[in-house]
């Protein structure tokens, strides 16, 4: 496509629960970020992937995050046993390559937690 | 990690005026970029800038990277460019650090 695309643009889902989350890159990226966005702050950074190199996890806040890369294009991130302070806007950007190129976003996973 | 101060937090400006947004860093960076997020959540990417000035219509951007500073500016503004203003810097262009915004307001 000719943006990242992200689904589901919405999900609401029970406290305990566990989600998936998806990201589509633009064709030809190599680098892919997530981010988390609470109501009214910045972005958080979650995870990097750079081609086939191991991830940077860093910003996972948690062992309950996990994010995978498969074939270099597609992500999902998975949140397992979600609370309530998971909610937030969990976005994707993906850049031509890490380092010195700009990156482009998705629109987001809005992610409520009841 | 690094430290991102945006200024100012809020600023409501009448359609036509022009202003200056700031974004300060507290470490040596060889990525910095702006985005502006809408009213609708989207963020798009304004300029890569990790040193000198680049322009893109109405908007323009410098970065001072020797001081650890990027200057917005924006000329003659519109109700579209009504918004948040986001600063993001990294180091290797692994992890980013983003600033806590600049709300934009503008008035016709």
């Known amino acids: 496509g000719a943006g990242v695309s992200q689904s589901p643009s919405n999900k609401v889902t029970e406290k305990g629960k566990d989600v998936e989350l998806r990201c589509d890159p633009i064709s030809g990226h190599t680098a892919l970020y997530w981010y988390r966005q609470s109501l009214g702050q910045g972005l958080e950074f979650l995870i990097y992937f750079q081609g086939n190199s191991a991830p940077d996890k860093s910003g996972l806040p948690s062992d309950r995050f996990s994010a995978e890369r498969t074939g270099g294009s597609v992500s999902t991130l998975t949140i397992q046993r979600t609370q309530q302070e998971d909610s937030a806007v969990y976005l994707c950007?993906?850049?031509?390559?890490?380092?010195?190129?700009?990156?482009?976003f998705g629109d987001g996973t809005r992610l409520s937690i009841l | 990690g690094i430290q991102v101060e945006q200024s100012p937090p809020d600023l409501i400006l009448q359609e036509g005026a022009n202003s200056t947004l700031r974004c300060n860093f507290s470490d040596s960076v060889n990525n910095l970029q702006w985005f502006h997020q809408n009213p609708w959540g989207q963020l798009i990417n304004l300029f890569y800038i990790p040193s000198g000035t680049k322009q893109n219509g109405r908007l323009s951007a410098t970065t001072v990277a020797t001081e650890r500073y990027s200057l917005l500016y924006i000329s003659s503004s519109q109700t579209t460019d009504s918004g948040v203003y986001f600063c993001?810097?990294?180091?290797?262009?692994?992890?980013?650090?983003f600033g806590t915004g600049t709300s934009l307001t503008v008035i016709p």
């Open positions: 993001a810097v990294s180091r290797t262009g692994n992890q980013f650090y």
């Open positions: 950007a993906s850049s031509l390559r890490a380092g010195n190129q700009p990156q482009h």
